[in-house]
């Protein structure tokens, strides 16, 4: 029990709290002590948020993909770091006690705890949810007649760079009124699912026949076409998240725990090494940029297709420079560099 003296606090029993008043003991509890728990978890709240987005890309740990790991970007961060801050018992007379306790815990250790399978339920659950709701539309078959009718009218084919927001729907339009009653009630699966749509309908759009009379002989010789819900069944998208252009970061659970319990127990990230200072050149400026390595396109386009395998919602131009940055440095590659590649690299952006 904690000392009172100065309005310190001392947990009594049944879990009240006691507070030194004017030299008068009064108890805390019911209302009084969830307030005062409330107020600690807000500013373990507060220092593990700004932990996170000051947590540079660099100082992440390695993800070993076989292990269970969750996805995290600005869209589920605070509900992912609200999930762990939760879980935390707040003790009155020592309120940062089960996280030092947690803190010291082993990964094995870690991975058995309560607040470790909430994660990873969380992002089970997110998956599936979007996924499955999304096949329940395709199945309905609904949506994806107003999905048709919409692209038809605002896509064209001539277009390479269309960024139409399907965000920006009229309720004075029969056409935007119907779709924003799906748009409302589930708006992370509704935007997947169009993203989705629109990459189908990009890659199996038909070219205009040159004339008539190939377009009789085409008809004949066509084979099936590729329908939405086979594109779909056999498309690799994860849904653990929203559908962001912002950059999503992989953590092992266990990683992004002692992240939380760091941030709220003031232990400061490993020291960066110490990098040596450039030595005074010595080559003529040719040598030395002839030093720089340089990539190849057919380097560029194989390991960016292996980037969208990877990350199948990060395909923006911006995105994979970020990726690119991260996994091949050396290469220095910039946004102008990528823009230019051969066009076949980017019909999936």
């Not at 600690?40 to 269970?68: C, L, M």
């Not at 998208?237 to 912002?246: A, F, L, S």
């Not at 919602?313 to 230019?340: A, F, G, M, N, Y």
Request: net charge negative.
């Amino acid at each position: 029990m904690a000392e009172l003296d100065g309005g310190a606090v001392a947990e009594l029993d049944g879990g009240a709290v006691a507070e030194l008043e004017g030299g008068v003991v009064a108890e805390l509890y019911g209302k009084d002590l969830r307030t005062y728990r409330n107020q600690v978890r807000k500013e373990f709240a507060e220092k593990a948020r700004t932990a996170y987005w000051k947590h540079p890309q660099s100082k992440i740990p390695k993800v070993d993909f076989g292990k269970t790991h969750i996805r995290v970007n600005h869209t589920n961060c605070k509900s992912l770091l609200s999930l762990v801050i939760n879980s935390i018992k707040i003790l009155p007379s020592n309120p940062t006690s089960h996280v030092l306790e947690y803190s010291q815990l082993s990964d094995e250790q870690l991975s058995n705890t309560s607040v470790y399978l909430c994660l990873k339920r969380e992002m089970e659950q997110a998956h599936a949810s979007t996924k499955n709701q999304i096949q329940e539309w395709i199945r309905h078959g609904h949506l994806v007649s107003l999905f048709e009718t919409y692209f038809d009218e605002h896509y064209e084919e001539d277009d390479e760079d269309d960024e139409e927001d399907i965000g920006k729907l009229s309720p004075y339009h029969h056409l935007g009124r119907n779709l924003l009653i799906y748009q409302r009630r589930n708006p992370i699966p509704f935007k997947w699912m169009w993203i989705i749509y629109k990459a189908f309908r990009k890659e199996t759009r038909p070219r205009q026949p040159i004339c008539d009379c190939c377009h009789h002989h085409d008809d004949e010789d066509d084979e099936p076409k590729l329908t939405f819900a086979q594109y779909f069944g056999d498309s690799r998208y994860e849904y653990y998240t929203q559908y962001t252009e912002h950059t999503t970061y992989y953590y092992n659970i266990v990683d992004f725990l002692r992240l939380v319990y760091r941030a709220i127990l003031e232990i400061p990230d490993e020291p960066a090494p110490e990098t040596q200072p450039m030595p005074e050149p010595t080559e003529s400026a040719c040598e030395v940029v002839a030093k720089v390595p340089l990539v190849t396109d057919e380097e560029l386009l194989a390991k960016i297709a292996e980037l969208k395998v990877k990350y199948p919602d990060q395909t923006s131009i911006k995105s994979l420079c970020k990726l690119l940055k991260h996994d091949k440095p050396e290469w220095q590659v910039t946004e102008t560099r990528l823009k230019k590649l051969p066009k076949a690299s980017k019909s999936s952006d």
